[in-house]
């Protein structure tokens, strides 16, 4: 089975048309997106509008939750630029959506009869806003899986993307678990500008105990930065979201 992961799209409606559009090239069996659809770029309502056509399971991110704060500001004739911007754009129907989200998604394949748990989030299990980065202590990110039960762990929030393997086994009996932080689609930090998803393929033979019975494969999308970028600064969104676009920072 080959599963797509993708996450942080922050209304970047360019970045993410040319995700979909390699995601009809790759054909996966399911695409699931782990939050973040607004906030830094001025496509919220478009971005929502193709989750939606798609069918694409998500989960909440942080900036999605915060359009329970920032309300439309209708007849506002402020010319000041401000991040909280973004948010204003959401519609009232889009809004809904956002704060109906589910926080995990549990999945549980049943393997040589055995399970394996994957577990999906927006920062951690444990918080929404907590970051999983990749040099977190190898003992921390073992108390997290056994306390959630996951034997693959699957994230986004900090943009930056990796695939981690840890190994809870004792008893000289192995037991993986993967770590894998799917990047950002519309906002990657990690110095490279093309958008960013996973592809995870999952075989009949997998199982907790061999270390590459998951296949990680990071997908690099090249979309026009410069028409999102073009975007924000004709917006009122502070023109330095404009440049990390262009950095990837």
């Known amino acids: 089975m080959k599963i797509a992961l993708l996450s942080d799209i922050h209304a970047n409606l360019p970045a993410f048309e040319a995700v979909l559009e390699d995601l009809e090239k790759q054909q996966p069996d399911a695409v699931y997106c782990l939050g973040d659809l607004v906030g830094y770029n001025v496509w919220p309502n478009q971005v929502i509008g193709l989750v939606r056509k798609y069918g694409i399971a998500t989960i909440a991110g942080n900036h999605d939750l915060k359009v329970s704060k920032i309300m439309p500001s209708e007849g506002d004739c402020s010319k000041e630029e401000s991040s909280e911007y973004a948010y204003r754009l959401v519609g009232k129907k889009e809004r809904d959506y956002l704060l109906t989200l589910p926080r995990h998604l549990r999945i549980e394949f049943q393997l040589n009869d055995q399970p394996l748990n994957m577990l999906l989030v927006h920062g951690s299990p444990r918080s ?22 996951a034997d693959i762990l699957c994230f986004g929030h900090s943009h930056k993307p990796y695939h981690r393997v840890i190994n809870s086994g004792e008893n000289s009996i192995e037991h993986f678990h993967h770590l894998i932080n799917t990047g950002s ?22 199982s907790t105990t061999t270390q590459d019975a998951v296949q990680v ?30 950095k990837a920072y």
């Open 128 to 149: 929404i806003n907590e970051y999983l980065l990749h040099d977190l202590p190898e003992q921390y990110m073992l108390e997290l899986v056994r306390e959630f039960k």
């Open 185 to 206: 689609v519309g906002k990657p930090k990690d110095g490279d500008a093309r958008a960013c998803y996973v592809l995870i393929t999952i075989d009949q033979t997998a």
């Open 217 to 246: 494969e990071f997908v690099r999308v090249k979309y026009d930065v410069e028409k999102a970028a073009k975007a924000v600064e004709l917006s009122l969104l502070p023109n330095a979201f404009a440049d990390n676009l262009r």
